[in-house]
């Protein structure tokens, strides 16, 4: 018996987003490192980054955890 996981647009689209924030989060984080945030407001948003990618990852393994997500042959 074998199983597979069947991917809905909105999963597919969670992914890509999750991978377009984790980029924007590698960048703000580089950004507070080379000394580039005076006031504090890059290291907020990559705080605020965080956050949004832990709720999109969340929401998207509780999906592919469910029934629907996987079919068995």
Do not use: P, W, Y
Request: proline share 0%.
């Amino acid at each position: 018996m074998s199983q597979h996981i069947v991917l809905s647009f909105r999963m597919e689209a969670d992914i890509m987003q999750i991978a377009a924030l984790h980029g924007l989060l590698d960048f703000a984080l580089s950004e507070c490192l080379a000394g580039n945030d005076v006031d504090g407001t890059v290291l907020e948003g990559a705080v605020v980054l965080t956050r949004h990618i832990r709720r999109k990852f969340r929401h998207l393994t509780n999906a592919l955890l469910s029934r629907d997500a996987v079919k068995r042959d």
